[in-house]
């Protein structure tokens, strides 16, 4: 009886040490997979920064956010015609040819822009008389030639208001 009583112990104490084993292998298993995970990811994070493609999705981002929040144009565009003009650059010879567009809002301002043409393009033309090469090829004058127009294209106008100037090319010779 004696034997049977350690028998019964020894596979009771078996029977117990195999479910904690288990338990702590499992336990141990997770642990290993979250551990790979997490350096994979990690990994894939860093590729992601060094290719750029990180930079290029934050930009997309703020892209996607700023034409959001401006994606109500003019209801109506009118083209002026393709003016072309020699640039103030001193002793080099050189020329400017502009072609663009104006935005508003009010369609009677369509009719009134047809009809004042003429002094709309000679106020234009005196604009880009005083213009120079280094104006155009900066961001900045090119943002400064467009509010110029549009402020002396409004000072023409009486019948509505210019909302934007928008360039169709804008070529140096």
Excluded: C
């Excluded at 995970?37 to 934050?58: E, H, N, P």
């Excluded at 015609?81 to 650059?89: A, F, G, R, W």
């Excluded at 369509?110 to 234009?124: G, K, T, W, Y």
Aim: aromatic share 10%.
């Amino acid at each position: 009886m004696l034997a049977e009583d350690t028998e019964k112990n020894g596979q009771e104490e078996q029977g117990k040490k195999k479910p904690r084993f288990l338990a702590k292998f499992k336990v141990f298993f997770v642990l290993i997979i979250i551990l790979v995970v997490v350096f994979l990811l990690s990994g894939m994070v860093f590729v992601a920064f060094r290719v750029g493609f990180v930079d290029r999705l934050l930009n997309r981002m703020v892209t996607d956010a700023s034409h959001q929040t401006n994606v109500e144009g003019p209801s109506f565009t009118y083209e002026i015609p393709e003016i072309l003009v020699n640039l103030s650059d001193g002793d080099r010879r050189r020329f400017l040819s502009v072609k663009f567009y104006v935005g508003f809002d009010n369609s009677k301002l369509s009719e009134e822009l047809e009809r004042r043409m003429p002094e709309i393009r000679d106020a234009v033309l005196e604009i880009l008389w005083d213009t120079s090469a280094e104006d155009v090829y900066s961001n900045e004058g090119k943002e400064n030639l467009r509010e110029e127009i549009k402020e002396t294209i409004n000072s023409l106008v009486t019948s509505g208001e210019i909302t934007g100037v928008y360039f169709w090319h804008v070529m140096i010779q």
